[in-house]
Nanobody
């Protein structure tokens, strides 16, 4: 199984980005999946969770109301729509499924 994130980049505060996590070798409909983020030198922080059925999600308080987690119908991709981005959202964003982790995609939000 391989998880590959994409969609990171540099954006100004208030802007939006959509991250994608593609799963190779399996599908997301078997287990729940998560997005995390990590600032270098700090612990990994939970961002969002989506149930395997895709009908339930929850978020860290710091992103609630701004970020939305979702999956495609084929359960081969998971997304994180990020709106109203803030400089404190700057981090490497990682996809997690069971014990598998992607390498991450860097999001940089400038003031």
């Amino acid at each position: 199984v391989e998880l590959v994130e994409s969609g990171g980049g540099v954006v100004q505060a208030g802007g939006s980005l959509k991250l994608t996590c593609r799963i190779n070798g399996w599908t997301f409909d078997d287990r729940a999946a998560n997005w995390y983020r990590q600032i270098p030198g700090k612990d990994r922080q939970f961002v969002a969770f989506i149930r395997s059925t895709g009908d339930y999600a929850y978020y860290d308080e710091s992103v609630k109301g701004r970020f939305t987690i979702s999956k495609n119908e084929a359960n081969t991709e998971m997304y994180l729509q990020m709106n109203n981005l803030k400089p404190e959202d700057t981090a490497v964003y990682l996809c997690n499924w069971v014990e598998e982790w992607g390498k991450g995609t860097l999001v940089t939000v400038s003031p």
